[in-house]
């Protein structure tokens, strides 16, 4: 039921937004208007299921197979591929990139030592950067768990 659901709202909000803006005469809009076939929305709509690809990165691989020439007969897998619009979701690889972020902003990461109100304020922005330098790829609760682990590595015991 619920991946019934997911199917009918991409064809019916994201898939028909696109026919719509598209059409020289949006009243004639019709999804059978759409180079995307059904195979390829189901295989989109399963790799978002999945946990894959984001929601964000779907809707970008839609509008490829929409709209870009060369992308019209790929499979969603083969753009996500190609493109690197993947969900990170490998521990080691985010606290690698938290990591990064923490020695490319170390006066940020003296004010989280501090320790008190900053706290909250440097996890946001650390989250952000990571997200950053992920290219918007990193699985945002495990992106904030690993960055929590690597905090509690360079700062131990540090509170609010």
């Known amino acids: 039921k619920r991946l019934s659901k997911l199917v009918s709202n991409w064809l019916c909000n994201d898939l028909f937004a ?33 946990g894959t690809v984001s929601t964000a990165q779907g809707k970008r691989i839609l509008a490829a197979m929409f709209k870009e020439d060369d992308d019209i007969n790929k499979s969603p897998q083969q753009i996500s591929d190609e493109r690197g619009w993947k969900v990170i979701a490998d521990m080691e690889q985010l606290k690698k990139i938290c990591r990064t972020v923490l020695t490319e902003n170390e006066s940020q990461l003296e004010q989280y030592k501090a320790g008190g109100k900053q706290v909250r304020k440097m996890t946001k922005f650390f989250v952000g950067k990571a997200m950053g330098a992920s290219r918007g790829n990193a699985h945002p609760e495990m992106l904030q768990e690993a960055l929590d682990e690597v905090l509690e590595e360079v700062a131990p015991g540090v509170e609010e």
């Open 18 to 50: 696109l026919v719509k803006d598209a059409a020289e005469d949006e009243d004639e809009a019709s999804v059978q208007q759409s180079t995307v076939s059904s195979k390829q929305l189901g295989e989109l709509v399963a790799l978002i299921e999945q």
